[in-house]
């Protein structure tokens, strides 16, 4: 529940963040002094923003469209003096709905709600995000679910994506049955977390975690795992500014203190994309996606990159700290990225503060890396699994209509992956895969038997991953 608690905080900090883009505001302010009314002066000014979000036929843009609708309405509220409806939820009930704005998400009881089935959203929206975190059944783009009747007996199965009304005593009685199955499957996988990861045959592999926030470690064991294998750094910069070396720093320490000297791997500032940051990234860039984001971003950012890295190498003298690049297509990239560091440990030395050089490996995410992982002296590669498929197989990760094509089994995404492995190993270094290909058990015999030994899964999925690797002869 930590991570989920995470997950919400983010999103309202990302609203929040918001509300202190000036460019967005300036119209509903000017509208003001010019005498407006001052909902109608916000309504009109965020309806504008919506529609210009909405129209792109984007499912991440889509996305943002419902966080400033969210936005919008809840402000309006306020001006209003209109009382936010809370909702009281009878035990078991499917929420039925064309869409859901996160706060209204965060404000649902989901301790006694049994899941949501939506006409909209999509996959990529922020309710999604918290669905998936809290293990909230949900379903989305279900036209079923504009037809049900309020109070109606419906089943709704997430697996296949479907809502059944008025079930029969038989799928009534299969449903009780799956969920008993899924109770069990849960209880063995929070033994196996606590054990070695090895498969059948005997031999170790190694299961790290990704970590979104450090606030979801206070309800983790370390002992549930080798390491860290993904440190998303994001979250550090949704604040009104950039935070300072100190205050990095401490985020780092954090981290390693909770490892108990296991590995810890903290991937440097990866916006852009689907991930905008206001002063930071690039505004009205025609795909973002192929645009300035990641390593490209932060070279062209040299101070936010230069405090980062000074943060970091200051972090590895207390101790097992790597330091791991997003989105490198070409070695040049690389060789950048190290002079950059290079000059942040010569600043830390001559400042006479403590610091270690960290080692700096590169995430494997675009074909061009992969194809040429043997080129790049990097200390070691992280295989990010999410965008390599999605630029592999040219289709969005994030969009329905190309959902069947994102398949991360393809041959084309597997070659690549065995590829990176074969050049890790020529090379000396170690390989890992940090993306959603690691968190799914039925994939880890196809990952194992590319040659890859060490994987950084989500924290919840560490238990049925361990199962799954114990399965493999």
């Given at each position: 529940m930590a991570a989920a608690d995470a997950d919400g905080a983010d999103i309202l900090e990302f609203q929040a963040m918001l509300l202190e883009d000036d460019d967005m505001l300036a119209p509903a302010f000017a509208a003001i002094a010019q005498g407006?009314?001052?909902?109608?002066?916000?309504?009109?000014?965020?309806?504008?923003?919506?529609?210009?979000?909405?129209?792109?036929?984007?499912?991440?843009?889509?996305?943002?469209?419902?966080?400033?609708?969210?936005?919008?309405?809840?402000?309006?509220?306020?001006?209003?003096?209109?009382?936010v409806a809370q909702a009281a939820p009878p035990e078991g009930a499917v929420a039925l709905a064309d869409d859901l704005s996160p706060s209204a998400f965060l404000a649902l009881d989901w301790s006694r709600l049994g899941g949501a089935a939506l006409t909209g959203g999509g996959a990529a929206g922020h309710v999604a995000i918290l669905a998936r975190a809290r293990g909230v059944p949900l379903v989305v783009g279900l036209e079923a679910a504009a037809h049900s009747a309020d109070g109606a007996l419906v089943a709704l199965d997430a697996d296949a994506g479907a809502l059944i009304e008025n079930p029969s005593a038989c799928t009534r009685a299969a449903f009780a049955a799956r969920r008993a199955a899924g109770a069990a499957g849960r209880a063995e996988s929070a033994a196996a977390a606590l054990r070695p990861a090895v498969t059948a045959g005997g031999a170790a592999v190694r299961v790290l975690i990704n970590v979104d926030d450090p606030a979801l470690l206070d309800s983790l064991s370390p002992q549930i795992c080798d390491g860290v294998g993904l440190t998303r750094t994001?979250?550090?910069?949704?604040?009104?500014?950039?935070?300072?070396?100190?205050?990095?720093?401490?985020?780092?320490?954090?981290?390693?203190?909770?490892?108990?000297?296991?590995?810890?791997t903290i991937r440097t500032l990866d916006a852009g994309g689907d991930k905008p940051i206001p002063g930071v990234t690039v505004d009205g860039e025609s795909n973002p996606f192929l645009g300035l984001r990641g390593l490209r971003l932060s070279l062209r950012r040299?101070?936010?990159?230069?405090?980062?890295?000074?943060?970091?190498?200051?972090?590895?003298?207390?101790?097992?700290?790597?330091?791991?690049?997003?989105?490198?297509?070409?070695?040049?990239?690389?060789?950048?990225?190290?002079?950059h560091l290079d000059a942040a440990c010569a600043q830390l030395a001559a400042a006479g503060a403590a610091h270690a050089r960290p080692p700096l490996g590169i995430m494997v995410e675009t074909p061009a890396a992969a194809l040429t992982a043997a080129d790049f002296d990097a200390d070691f590669y992280s295989i990010g699994s999410n965008d390599l498929v999605q630029y592999v197989m040219a289709a969005a990760r994030d969009n329905p209509g190309v959902a069947h094509l994102a398949d991360p089994r393809n041959p084309a995404v597997l070659a690549?992956?065995?590829?990176?492995?074969?050049?890790g190993k020529a090379r000396g270094v170690e390989v890992s895969l940090c993306g959603d290909m690691a968190s799914?058990?039925?994939?880890?015999?196809?990952?194992?038997?590319?040659?890859?030994?060490?994987?950084?899964?989500?924290?919840?999925?560490?238990?049925?991953?361990k199962l799954a690797i114990g399965r493999v002869a």
């Open positions: 407006r009314a001052a909902e109608a002066a916000w309504a009109e000014a965020f309806d504008a923003e919506i529609a210009a979000y909405g129209d792109q036929g984007d499912a991440v843009l889509s996305a943002r469209a419902a966080d400033l609708r969210d936005l919008r309405d809840r402000v309006l509220a306020c001006l209003s003096g209109a009382a994001e979250f550090l910069f949704h604040g009104a500014a950039a935070p300072d070396e100190d205050a990095q720093l401490a985020v780092y320490a954090r981290i390693l203190a909770w490892a108990q000297g296991r590995p810890v040299p101070a936010v990159f230069r405090t980062q890295l000074r943060a970091l190498a200051r972090a590895a003298a207390l101790g097992p700290l790597k330091v791991m690049l997003p989105m490198v297509t070409i070695p040049q990239e690389l060789e950048e990225a190290r002079a690549l992956i065995g590829r990176t492995v074969a050049a799914s058990p039925a994939l880890i015999g196809a990952l194992l038997g590319l040659g890859l030994d060490t994987l950084s899964c989500a924290p919840a999925q560490v238990g049925a991953v």
